[in-house]
T-cell receptor, first 114, second 113 residues
Framework: AQSVTQPDIHITVSEGASLELRCNYS??????LFWYVQSPGQGLQLLLK??????LVQGIKGFEAEFKRSQSSFNLRKPSVHWSDAAEYFC????????????FGTGTRLTIIP | DTGVSQNPRHKITKRGQNVTFRCDPI?????LYWYRQTLGQGPEFLTY????????KSRLLSDRFSAERPKGSFSTLEIQRTEQGDSAMYLC???????????FGPGTRLTVL
């Protein structure tokens, strides 16, 4: 069975500081991995995805993530956060081509302080 | 492309009542998904359709829940005899069968009193 763990429930960072959100997955085959962001009252927006190839993937809004098979991790990073990045971030693993069931982690809430 | 839309955005009901939610996917998308998200949790998969065929249902989808997509376009999710534990955000997403990205709607927040 597939599963995702996001160990950090809540993270607070200063505006302009770097950010890393952790994600560990469990999946029996080649994982299809996603990061989504959810702002209050909004739906989930895809930040980036990984299927194969280069293990460092670039996404929207200046985010990137690195796939490490040996650690079963897919951590999200941003070199310098902006106040508008405050939101809930979800890591997900997809069965199939990502167009079947997605299994999400419990999310990490990001707070930005001035 | 107007995105995935869901109606209503909010629904308050009394325990024991039936409720129905509607999802309109992106027009050319033939796959449609339903997820449920409770407070402090990530979305949990409920079911998905390819065109009008329901391909998979989660164990979370009890007998009180039924989802349909009769013409392969919009979908409805009905909950019969609602319980307080059904209070959650119900999210709909859509995708192309051949693509890897699910696009989510804004959700319907259900409160059962």
């Amino acid at each position: 069975a597939q599963s995702v763990t996001q160990p950090d429930i809540h993270i607070t960072v200063s505006e302009g500081a770097s950010l890393e959100l952790r994600c560990n997955y469990s999946y029996g085959a080649t994982p299809y991995l996603f990061w989504y962001v959810q702002s209050p009252g909004q739906g989930l927006q895809l930040l980036l995805k990984y299927f194969s190839g280069d293990t460092l993937v670039q996404g929207i809004k200046g985010f990137e993530a690195e796939f490490k098979r040996s650690q079963s991790s897919f951590n999200l990073r941003k070199p310098s956060v902006h106040w508008s990045d405050a939101a809930e971030y979800f890591c997900a693993v997809g069965r199939g081509f990502g167009n079947e069931k997605l299994t999400f982690g419990t999310g990490t809430r990001l707070t930005i302080i001035p | 492309d107007t995105g995935v839309s869901q109606n209503p955005r909010h629904k308050i009901t009394k325990r024991g009542q039936n409720v129905t939610f509607r999802c309109d996917p992106i027009s050319e998308h033939n796959r449609l998904y339903w997820y449920r998200q409770t407070l402090g949790q990530g979305p949990e998969f409920l079911t998905y359709f390819q065109n009008e065929a329901q391909l998979e249902k989660s164990r979370l989808l009890s007998d009180r829940f039924s989802a349909e997509r009769p013409k392969g376009s919009f979908s409805t999710l009905e909950i019969q005899r609602t319980e307080q534990g059904d209070s959650a955000m119900y999210l709909c997403a859509s995708s192309l069968q051949t693509a890897d990205t699910q696009y989510f709607g804004p959700g319907t927040r259900l409160t059962v009193l």
